[in-house]
């Protein structure tokens, strides 16, 4: 797929001010690790995760989406009535009906005329936004729309935290799917795109591709259990297993992706991935033949923060540094089921 009248007009985040870190969610599965003679430390030694951040208890999703809307409406510096869709995608919702995004709509000031909804893929629910606002933009229906998204990883986290503690038969062996569970982090983020005789950013969306390996999809599988009496999520994930299908797959998605944007590894000014833990980053790194200081890395201290994890880093990325003109810069989004998205985006 190919772009030639979309543009990226802002990239906007949010971050809790609560930090968790790996030293404190062991100390809370201290008797696990005494039962099972597990060594301190192992979590941050496994991820690379020192710390993550949470929002308060009890705190929606789209409360914290509708803030973030607000800040890169503004920071686009286009007008509200300019936007023909809202569209909501991490995996974190305010309910399962309506949709999460209407709620955002009501507080964001944009038209009634928006479409306004919501799209799920686990952690590519963003990207796969902006490839749907990208494609209304590019046919001409509407002229600009945002991509938002908040995930929360405190239930998910403590609810693991409590299923463990309880589990009497409990082994080293099946405590391994829990792990990644522990990784998870929050946080918000919004992409602004618009037709390119909109912008004044000058940062085109050139285009990229889609590659999708549904044979590995029960790898990492959440959800509410059923009869459990706790609506908090759990997840299991054969974490080795989704390392080497993911990097596999992401191998493929890129030779496919440089092909449609005509591009080479040496071409690539900055790179911006999807944020699993550092042996994730290490492997995807090394399989793509790029080059780790391309990388914004930000799960250290932020955690897997979900669908908004690679827009986060996005975000902080170019506040870090701000592009300069010819600055080609890639987008290397992966999630379970196994999906990938990688996008190519230039500056003018």
């Not at 914290?64 to 023909?84: K, N, Y």
């Not at 403590?158 to 503690?165: H, K, N, P, R």
């Not at 932020?302 to 902080?316: C, F, R, Y």
Request: glycine content about 10%; charged content about 20%.
């Amino acid at each position: 797929m190919r772009y030639h009248n979309v543009c990226i007009e802002s990239v906007c985040h949010r971050l809790p001010s609560e930090v968790v870190t790996s030293d404190e969610i062991e100390q809370r599965l201290a008797p696990v690790y005494e039962r099972l003679r597990l060594p301190a430390g192992r979590l941050e030694l496994m991820t690379g995760i020192r710390e993550r951040r949470w929002f308060s208890s009890g705190t929606l999703p789209g409360s914290v989406s509708a803030l973030t809307v607000r800040d890169a409406v503004q920071a686009s510096g286009l007008s509200p009535d300019l936007f023909g869709a809202l569209i909501h995608g991490s995996v974190c919702r305010d309910r399962m009906e309506p949709a999460t995004a209407a709620g955002v709509h009501a507080a964001s000031g944009l038209p009634p005329e928006c479409l306004v909804f919501d799209v799920s893929n686990a952690c590519l629910g963003l990207l796969n936004g902006m490839l749907i606002a990208a494609d209304m933009i590019e046919l001409g229906r509407i002229r600009a729309a945002i991509v938002v998204g908040t995930e929360s990883g405190r239930d998910l986290v403590e609810g693991t935290i409590e299923s463990l503690l309880g589990d009497e038969q409990l082994t080293r062996q099946s405590i391994k799917p829990a792990f990644a569970s522990l990784t998870i982090g929050s946080g918000s983020a919004a992409i602004v795109l618009c037709d390119r005789r909109l912008s004044r950013s000058g940062h085109r969306l050139i285009g990229g591709s889609c590659l999708a390996d549904s044979s590995a999809h029960a790898l990492c599988a959440g959800g509410v259990e059923a009869g459990s009496g706790d609506s908090r999520p759990r997840m299991e994930t054969d974490s080795e297993a989704l390392l080497h299908a993911g990097i596999a797959l992401a191998r493929q998605a890129w030779e496919n992706t440089k092909k449609v944007l005509g591009w080479t590894n040496e071409q690539i000014s900055r790179v911006f991935t999807h944020q699993v833990g550092r042996q994730h980053r290490a492997a995807l790194m090394q399989q793509l033949q790029l080059d780790p200081k391309l990388d914004f890395p930000t799960v250290e201290h932020l955690g897997n923060t979900g669908a908004v994890a690679l827009p986060i880093a996005l975000s902080l990325g170019l506040q870090d540094r701000k592009a300069e003109p010819g600055e080609k810069c890639a987008l290397l989004g992966i999630g379970s089921g196994l999906n990938c998205v990688m996008l190519g985006t230039e500056f003018v």
